[in-house]
C-alpha cells in the first residue's frame, strides 16, 4: 500500500523544516490518501517536480548522475591543481619571472570570474545540459590547446580561456541537486568533495611520472582525459525538469520524471505536473540576488565564497 502525502504549510517554523525530511511521515486524513493501487496519486490530481523526486527515492538514477558529475569536478580540480605545477615548470624551460609566473594563475580565475553570470544566464534560458555540453567541449579544446602553446603569450590566453568554460562548471552542482530527494541532497553534494580530492591526487601523481621525462607539456595533454570522458557523456546527461516546467516543456520533464521512475523501480505519479509554489515566472534576473528576500543570504555565501 502506496501513499503519497501533501504538505500542510501551517505551524511554526521548525516543524515545516521537520517535515521537509520526514518523508511523508504525517497521519493527518487530509493528507495522506491510501489506495489499493500501485500506483500513487496526489489528492488535488496534481503534482511537482520536487514531490516527484521525493517520491522515487534515491537509486540507479542517482547513482549514475553522481558519476557523471563527480567526473565533472575531477577534471575540473585536475585544471586547478595543474596551476602550481606549471608555473614552475614554464620558469624552469622559459625562464619567466615570479610576476609572470603569478599571472599564469590569476588569468584562469579572471577568466572564471567574468564568465561566470554568462554561463548562468545561458543555463537558465537553454538548460543546463545544453551550457555544460558546450563547457565541457571548450574546456577540453581550450586545455588540449594549451599544451601546444608555442610562446608564453599564448599560454596565457589559452588558460584565460579554459578559466572562461571553468565558470560554468558548479552548473554541474546545480544539476546534479535538482533530482536528489530532499533527505539525502546535502549528504550527496558535499561527496562530490571526494571527486575533487580524487582529481587533484591524480594529477600530482600524474605529474610525478610525467614531468621527469615527457615535461609540461605531455602533462597538460594527459590531463584533459577526464574531460574528453565528461564531453563524451554529456549526451546522456539529463535536463533539469525544472527548467522544463518552468520554460513551458512540461512533456519533456515528464519524460525525465518516467525515466527516474524507471530507473528507480517505481511507478510514476498520476496527476498533471504543475510548477513548485511561489515559482518565478521570470527566471535568470541577476538582480533579484540583491532583492529583500535573498539579499542577506547572497552577501553571506558571498562573502563564504571570497574568504575560502
Not at 108 to 122: A, N, P
Request: charged share 15%; net charge neutral; with cysteine.
Amino acid at each position: 500500500m502506496i501513499s503519497t502525502v501533501t504538505r500542510n504549510f501551517k505551524g511554526s517554523k521548525a516543524a515545516d523544516y521537520e517535515d521537509l525530511d520526514a518523508n511523508y511521515n504525517s497521519r493527518n486524513p487530509q493528507d495522506i490518501i491510501e489506495m489499493q493501487s500501485p500506483v500513487p496519486v496526489v489528492p488535488d490530481e496534481s503534482y511537482t517536480v520536487g514531490a516527484a523526486v521525493n517520491a522515487f527515492g534515491f537509486g540507479k538514477f542517482q547513482v549514475k548522475l553522481s558519476l557523471f558529475t563527480g567526473l565533472c569536478w575531477m577534471a575540473d580540480s585536475m585544471e586547478m591543481t595543474i596551476l602550481s605545477i606549471l608555473s614552475p615548470a614554464l620558469h624552469c624551460d622559459w625562464k619567466i619571472t615570479q610576476y609572470q609566473q603569478a599571472l599564469t594563475t590569476t588569468v584562469v580565475f579572471l577568466g572564471m570570474m567574468i564568465s561566470s553570470t554568462f554561463w548562468g544566464v545561458l543555463s537558465d534560458k537553454y538548460g543546463r545540459k545544453q551550457a555544460l555540453t558546450v563547457c565541457s567541449v571548450l574546456l577540453f579544446y581550450f586545455a588540449l590547446m594549451s599544451s601546444f602553446a608555442p610562446s608564453f603569450g599564448w599560454i596565457l590566453f589559452l588558460r584565460g580561456l579554459v578559466g572562461f568554460a571553468i565558470g560554468c562548471v558548479p552548473q554541474s552542482v546545480t544539476l546534479y541537486a535538482e533530482f536528489l530527494p530532499t533527505k539525502q541532497r546535502a549528504k550527496c553534494v558535499v561527496l562530490l568533495d571526494c571527486f575533487w580530492a580524487l582529481g587533484a591526487c591524480f594529477e600530482v601523481l600524474l605529474a610525478l611520472f610525467v614531468m621527469p621525462t615527457l615535461g609540461w607539456k605531455w602533462l597538460l595533454g594527459l590531463s584533459t582525459i577526464p574531460l574528453f570522458a565528461f564531453a563524451c557523456a554529456c549526451p546522456w546527461l539529463p535536463e533539469s525538469a525544472r527548467y522544463h516546467v518552468a520554460s513551458g516543456q512540461t512533456e519533456q520533464a515528464e519524460a525525465t520524471l518516467q525515466k527516474i521512475a524507471r530507473d528507480n523501480g517505481k511507478p510514476m505519479l498520476v496527476g498533471r505536473l504543475v510548477m513548485e509554489d511561489g515559482q518565478m515566472s521570470i527566471r535568470g534576473r541577476v538582480r533579484d540576488l540583491l532583492s529583500r528576500e535573498y539579499r542577506k543570504t547572497s552577501l553571506l555565501l558571498w562573502t563564504i565564497w571570497f574568504v575560502v
